[in-house]
């Protein structure tokens, strides 16, 4: 049973551009959780979706983010106009029923953004 | 609002000893959870123990244990017996008992020493 995966694990972005970060839950799982890390913190949470819904997306910044997890395929973190601030890395983790439910998640290896 | 508060960014130990991790927590909550992760420099977060709050008994898993004192809110962790394998940044975490969302500290990073 594979992890969960993150692709891609690096990813270097002009300034402007935009960044399409990707997450494939553990098999099975239906919830998923973008996390953000930046350098020397703990990681903050960001949003929270199920299949097809955004459930709560407190943590996403009013502008340029925005996350899906379509009813096929993975989920979707996508950060438009990247600016130097918005370098981080990003994890994603997944759980069978919610946390809610059980307090069990699983984490990615993250994606690494940079942006020059 | 709830806060995890790790006191000690950086922490070493010699291969073989045992070293104790610092968290402190607040919340207004009666039903949580808490947990410590590790992340090697891979950046994999591994869960390494959870502690549920209404559990009077201290969690254990092989070499990890917790110090669970609800009163004080605190939230220690000792690695007995510490390997090179065990060098990683520690994190302490926080969820509410019906939260979907998990709270961290700042981390703890922990260089075994051979």
């Known amino acids: 049973n594979a992890g969960v995966m993150q692709n891609p694990r690096h990813l270097v972005r002009r300034r402007g551009q935009e960044a399409r970060l990707r997450c494939s839950p553990m098999?099975?799982?239906?919830?998923v959780y973008w996390y953000r890390q930046l350098p020397e913190e703990g990681l903050k949470f960001m949003v929270y979706l199920q299949k097809e819904n955004i459930i709560d997306e407190s943590g996403m910044p009013k502008e340029r983010f925005s996350a899906e997890f379509p009813k096929e395929g993975p989920s979707i973190l996508r950060i438009q106009q990247v600016v130097r601030g918005d370098s981080a890395a990003y994890f994603c983790a997944s759980s069978p029923r919610g946390l809610a439910a059980r307090p069990e998640a699983f984490f990615g290896q993250g994606t690494r953004l940079t942006v020059v | 609002a709830q806060t995890v508060t790790q006191s000690q960014p950086e922490m070493s130990v010699q291969e073989a000893e045992t070293v104790t991790l610092s968290c402190t927590y607040d919340t207004s909550e009666s039903d949580y959870y808490l947990f410590w992760y590790k992340q090697p420099p891979s950046r994999q977060m591994i869960l390494v123990i959870r502690q549920e709050a209404y559990k009077q008994q201290n969690a254990t898993e092989n070499r990890f244990s917790v110090n669970f004192q609800k009163a004080a809110k605190s939230f220690s962790l000792k690695i007995s017996d510490s390997q090179l394998g065990d060098a990683a940044m520690y994190f302490c975490v926080l969820t509410q008992g019906g939260s979907e969302k998990l709270v961290f500290g700042k981390g703890t990073k922990l260089t075994v020493n051979p």
């Open positions: 098999k099975g799982h239906s919830h």
